[in-house]
């Protein structure tokens, strides 16, 4: 059973960064891909990155150029650097990754608040 601790998130004005981490622990096995997914207030999650064992990445293309995934693979742990964040940008933001076997998991989420 992989457990995934999210932290990093908390309120800040339009223009500045933050740091989002995830840690997955739990398990002796490889960890697959890692994502960031988010849910702002009254919206369907989306995805806003995902990256896979070889550092091959993706992004939704509201954060093209300014959000950064990344991973550590020794240690289990994703990264998403946002920068130039928006009011848009305000959500929750879970983590989600794939273990052994294809099983997946959901972080419980961390809240980045981006006021005007």
């Known amino acids: 059973q992989v457990q995934l601790v999210e932290s990093g998130g908390g309120s800040v004005q339009a223009g500045e960064s933050l740091r989002l981490s995830c840690l997955a622990s739990?398990?002796?096995?490889?960890?697959?891909?890692m994502a960031w997914y988010r849910q702002a207030p009254g919206k369907e999650r989306e995805l806003v990155a995902a990256i896979n064992r070889s550092g091959s990445t993706n992004y939704r293309d509201s954060v093209k150029g300014r959000f950064i995934i990344s991973r550590d693979n020794a240690k289990n742990t994703v990264y998403l650097d946002m920068n130039s964040l928006e009011p848009e940008d305000t959500a929750v933001y879970y983590c989600h990754v794939f273990g052994a076997g294809g099983m997946d998991y959901w972080g419980k989420g961390t809240l980045v608040t981006v006021s005007s």
């Open positions: 739990g398990t002796a096995f490889a960890i697959g891909p």
